[in-house]
């Protein structure tokens, strides 16, 4: 237990010291922002659109987050020999294998989080600016103040993790992550909007299920390639399921208005379970076939 | 010393192939070998003697084409015989983006230690390695010295029974290889098996109880250093070669 718990969150703290989970959380909550700000200038609906532009950049960079980052760390691990290292103590490569998974689904459960909290910051953004515009007896002017909250979500983490690495010396892109979350989490609470975290949460777990697979097929093609061909590899896998998370997720969860029984989110589950067993198992057979060397 | 076997290899042979399952190199040929418990046992050899190819078969990291390997009279795969082991690789392989304390740390999650031991342990191997100072420094910055010393600290974490050293003083200067030499002697003094692979012949005859020399992967020398000649350096050039023959007219003229 305490061998793969050092597994699990050493693999998940590597990837949030990587810059290249950094740039993607970043240009996710960019993405989450941007796009909202936009269309409230236009159209209104403020709550809708935060919530539609929070789920594609929570899938868009999800994806990516779940094919880069088992790509990374087994690569790392199988070509600068700390697999060898962590293999020749009481570890099997079967739990090897899986924790090292399960710490990538830690890293994205982190990326998911700070997107969806980011969301409820964009949503309580527009609700300040109606505040105001109520007070004022003027047209409410929503993209404004949202667009003021979510900025200061991405970039008061880049100062402050550049003062951290200035002053303290923390590790900057570690401490940028983390702030990250830190601040969605705060702009999230105020005027937290129960509702619409309640939509959000089953339309999240719904997409959670094809980024599962993703990831399994992705560390199971970067053990086998350690990392080489399992890019395009998982890609390829990543596109052939794309059209059925867009039956699943995007077609039901928004012509339903982000309501969705929970019966699709359980038979999204359902019908992804078999897909990431089968890639978790092949995984564990690559590594328990190969040599380590 | 006793007569207990801590690693037992009967002809033991490895030949790696490329994609096609064509062989590609014999790296390890009919190897027989017994390291007995509480000795310093010496892995000499040239490059591409097969030497690392032998330990990561022992520590079950590549599979033996044939032959048997046992350690701690268990298979190298098993779970409670590498839970007895420490080994520090011919590199110093260790995660970049963690700090030296963290490594320790990690090293010791893996050995199955409590969080509350773990700073124990990491603590008194910091101060061993004389890294303190740089503790929370990440080792991705590290000098190739400092790095070994973190390895070196990382094999020794879990109290190991027996401790695998592939080139332990690779890339130390001599003052660290004096130390690491006496911490050598030390543990050995203490009941742990010791086994060790050096291309610094010197080394192995100060810290070694007995060698065996591979060359192209076969066993060519096996005894107690004190019996092997008055010099071990000698005798190994004997064994796998001259130096004289070394052919530099071509190059010069």
Redesign the interface.
């Known amino acids: 237990m ?2 793969g ?3 699990v969150f ?1 693999t998940a ?2 990837l949030l ?2 810059p290249v989970f950094l740039l993607v959380l970043l240009a996710a909550l960019a993405l989450s922002v941007l796009a909202p700000a936009m269309h409230y200038h236009q159209f209104g609906e403020a709550s809708r659109m935060a919530r539609d532009a929070g789920i594609s950049a929570m899938l868009v960079g999800g994806f990516a987050v779940c094919l880069l980052g088992p790509v990374k760390t087994f690569r ?1 691990e199988l070509e ?3 697999a ?9 490569r079967t739990s090897f294998f899986v924790c090292k998974a399960l710490g990538c689904l830690l890293a994205y459960v982190i990326f998911t989080a700070a997107i969806s909290l980011t969301t409820l910051t964009v949503v309580n953004g527009a609700e300040i600016g109606g505040a105001i515009a109520a007070a004022r007896g003027g047209m409410a002017r929503l993209w404004g103040p949202s667009f003021a909250c979510a900025m200061s979500a991405i970039v008061l983490p880049l100062v402050f993790g550049a003062v951290l690495n200035r002053f303290l ?1 923390f ?1 900057f892109v570690l401490s940028a992550n983390l702030l990250v979350l830190t601040f969605a989490f705060i702009g999230s609470i105020y005027r937290f909007d129960g509702h619409l975290a309640a939509r959000l949460l089953p339309v999240l777990a719904l997409a959670s299920a094809p980024a599962c697979a993703v990831l399994a097929a992705s560390a199971a093609f970067s053990v086998r390639f350690r990392g080489n061909v399992a890019t395009a590899s998982s890609a390829v896998v990543a596109a052939l399921l794309l059209p059925i998370l867009g039956n699943y997720c995007l077609s039901d969860a928004l012509a339903y208005g982000g309501i969705l029984p929970t019966g699709y989110v359980l038979a999204a589950f359902v019908a992804f379970s078999p897909v990431v067993a089968a890639f978790v198992l092949a995984g564990v057979h690559f590594i328990n076939v190969q ?3 | 010393m006793s007569d207990e076997n801590v690693i037992l290899l009967s002809g033991v042979r490895k030949t790696f192939r490329d994609f096609w399952l064509r062989p590609t190199v014999d790296a390890v040929q009919g190897l027989d070998l017994a390291v007995r418990r509480g000795e310093v046992f010496g892995l000499l050899g040239p490059n591409g003697s097969g030497k690392s190819t032998t330990i ?1 078969m022992i ?5 033996p084409t044939a032959g048997k390997v046992e350690m701690f009279g268990m298979s190298p795969k098993s ?2 015989a ?2 007895r ?1 420490g ?1 520090l ?1 011919e ?1 110093s ?3 970049p ?2 700090t030296a304390r963290e490594t320790l740390m ?2 010791a ?6 969080r509350k031991e773990s700073r124990k342990r990491t603590g008194q191997l910091l101060a061993m390695v004389k890294l303190e100072d740089v503790a ?1 420094r ?1 080792v991705g910055g590290f000098s190739k010295g400092m790095a070994r010393r973190v ?1 070196l600290a ?1 094999a020794l974490v ?1 109290r190991p029974e027996l401790l ?1 050293l592939d080139e332990p003083t690779s890339g130390l200067d001599p003052v660290s290889t004096k130390e690491v030499k006496t911490l050598v002697k030390a543990l050995a003094k203490n009941g742990m098996t010791i086994l060790m692979t050096s291309h610094l012949l010197a080394d192995a005859e100060d810290v070694c109880d007995r060698v065996i020399i591979l060359n192209h992967g076969k066993a060519v020398a096996e005894g107690d250093v004190a019996t092997l000649g008055e010099s071990l350096e000698e005798f190994f050039l004997a064994k796998v070669g001259n130096a004289d023959e070394f052919v530099l007219a071509d190059f010069l003229s």
């Open positions: 305490r061998r718990r050092a597994i050493a703290f590597e010291c990587e790392r600068t020999g700390t060898q290292v962590a293999l020749a103590h009481s570890v099997s010396r590790r040599d380590v060397q | 990561k520590l079950g990291l590549i599979d779970l409670a590498r839970a082991l080994y690789p590199l392989y260790l995660h983006f963690l990690y090293y999650g893996l050995c199955g230690l409590d929370d990440s390895a990382s879990g695998i």
